[in-house]
């Protein structure tokens, strides 16, 4: 399995990026799939997941409100609507596989990431 994260870049405080990630192989839709992100000299966090069928959405309370993950079982991609950007928000955001299909919130029970994809937020 390879993730494949896009859409990060560099945006105003206020605005708003769509993350994707596609997943290669045959996986993706028994797979819990999850966004993390690290910012420099901090632990990786979660940011937010989704059951197999999107019909579950986790998000810790600190990222309520402002993030929406979706999925295409489809097009083997899920996505991460992030609006009303703060600088705290900069980071490298990942996507994570869990092909177990559990919803778990430890990054460690996490079997696939992609690469990341760069977010900045300036103020």
């Known amino acids: 399995v390879q993730l494949q994260a896009s859409g990060g870049g560099l945006v105003q405080a206020g605005g708003s990026l769509r993350l994707a990630c596609v997943s290669s192989g045959r996986t993706f839709s028994r797979s819990t799939m999850g966004w993390f992100r690290q910012a420099p000299g901090k632990e990786r966090e979660l940011v937010a997941i989704?059951?197999?069928?999107?019909?579950?959405?986790y998000y810790p309370d600190s990222m309520k409100g402002r993030l929406t993950i979706s999925r295409d079982n489809a097009k083997n991609t899920v996505y991460l609507q992030m609006n009303s950007l703060k600088p705290e928000d900069t980071a490298v955001y990942y996507c994570?596989?869990?092909?177990?299909?559990?919803?778990?919130?430890?990054?460690?029970?996490?079997?696939?990431w992609g690469q990341g994809t760069q977010v900045t937020v300036s103020s």
């Open positions: 994570a596989a869990d092909t177990s299909g559990a919803i778990r919130l430890e990054a460690n029970r996490y079997d696939y």
């Open positions: 989704i059951s197999r069928t999107g019909s579950y959405t």
